[in-house]
């Protein structure tokens, strides 16, 4: 079976508003389609800008999401949702905000945690869902997929289903010009790292390919310009589309190695995603190179990194946005790094995909390479 033969399938979001002002569009789409108690999920610094998305109705806003939500925040998210029945839910953030969102839609019916974890195991969805991204990173508006952490075991743990995907997205670049250099830098990066390592992926399909090539050109493009004036539409705009095309790059074909790195430094060292991710890209798109060297020479050229010392430059263009690319810069010390690699090499729904095989004493180089 050749690639172009073999089936796949795409879920997109049921409507889609993009562009300046689209924020309230959501408002819109809510009034016309009835809903008379909405729920907004989103964070304390976000809470000031939901009257943004002019929403109708009784509107109750739940702003305790935290930057890496817990189990423990899904209840108390979930508790919110009993108390005021929405019949629309709203996910007004990152993507932590978005995939919490998600989760409050399938879990109020019954289900508990445990039972929908994996694919295609939720059985209903209570309420409409909205998604509205203030970041441009991790696609989440996108997907059939969240990702909490559970308390118990330290690990993120992963849903995937139909009933996840968003009713309405609206994307408003005017919402992420107030983001810092510093995230926007991160959050970009792991936008791009999703369609790389869905590009190099063992599942890597050729219709994915083309959402992947573009959004890493959208971000070689416009990433630059954000972090050195955030208030550019343009490229706000751009990461907004490089971040929905990584999000589109999930569904079918997933992330590897480089999410599987970086998960133990968000969930154990308290990283934000999108710079655990920054900071293992370059170390594991080298690693990858001698097995997909076309795939790599194409991303190269794209981000006009050099092939003959690539690691070097491609931890140099994250460098020079302004990134902490050191995990001994950012509160990692050596002692961790043993149980994180063999953590990270146990995460087999995504290393199992990657284009090369990767030991726990790989993993742990890698690790000791970004300390």
Not at 112 to 134: F, S
Request: with cysteine; net charge neutral; proline share 5%.
């Amino acid at each position: 079976m050749t690639d172009l033969s073999r089936p796949l399938r795409i879920h997109q979001p049921r409507r889609v508003e993009f562009g300046l002002g689209t924020a309230a569009e959501v408002g819109s789409w809510a009034r016309a389609e009835g809903f008379a108690r909405i729920l907004v999920l989103t964070q304390n610094s976000m809470a000031g800008r939901v009257a943004a998305l002019e929403l109708p109705g009784a509107v109750t806003v739940f702003a305790g999401v935290k930057p890496e939500p817990d189990t423990d925040n899904l209840a108390l998210a979930l508790a919110a949702a009993r108390g005021s029945q929405p019949d629309l839910v709203v996910g007004f953030g990152g993507g932590s905000v978005m995939d919490l969102a998600k989760l409050v839609t399938v879990l109020r019916g019954g289900q508990v945690l445990a039972e929908i974890i994996g694919p295609n195991r939720v059985t209903a969805r209570q309420n409409a869902l909205a998604l509205v991204p203030t970041t441009a990173g991790t696609g989440s508006e996108a997907g059939i997929r969240a990702l909490v952490t559970d308390v118990t075991t330290g690990m993120k743990v992963a849903v995937e289903s139909p009933f996840l995907l968003a009713d309405m997205v609206a994307m408003d670049p005017g919402l992420t010009m107030t983001l810092p250099p510093a995230v926007t830098a991160a959050t970009g990066i792991d936008a791009m790292a999703h369609c790389v390592e869905a590009y190099t992926s063992r599942r890597a399909h050729r219709l994915i390919d083309a959402y992947a090539l573009m959004g890493i050109d959208l971000v070689a493009r416009h990433l630059p310009r954000a972090v050195a004036d955030g208030s550019d539409a343009e490229a706000r705009a751009g990461l907004l589309l490089a971040a929905y095309y990584g999000g589109i790059c999930l569904g079918p074909v997933n992330t590897a190695a480089g999410h599987a790195l970086a998960y133990p430094l968000g969930t154990r060292l308290k990283l934000p995603h999108g710079l655990a991710n920054a900071i293992i890209f370059p170390h594991v798109l080298a690693f990858n190179a001698p097995v997909v060297p076309e795939k790599t020479a194409r991303i190269a050229g794209l981000l006009g990194l050099e092939m003959g010392d690539l690691l070097a430059s491609a931890h140099g263009w994250c460098a020079a946005l302004g990134v902490k690319m050191r995990l001994s810069e950012n509160g990692a010390t050596d002692a961790q790094l043993v149980s994180w690699a063999a953590e990270a090499h146990g995460i087999r729904r995504l290393m199992d995909f990657n284009p090369r095989d990767m030991s726990v004493a790989e993993v742990e180089a890698i690790y000791r390479a970004a300390f």
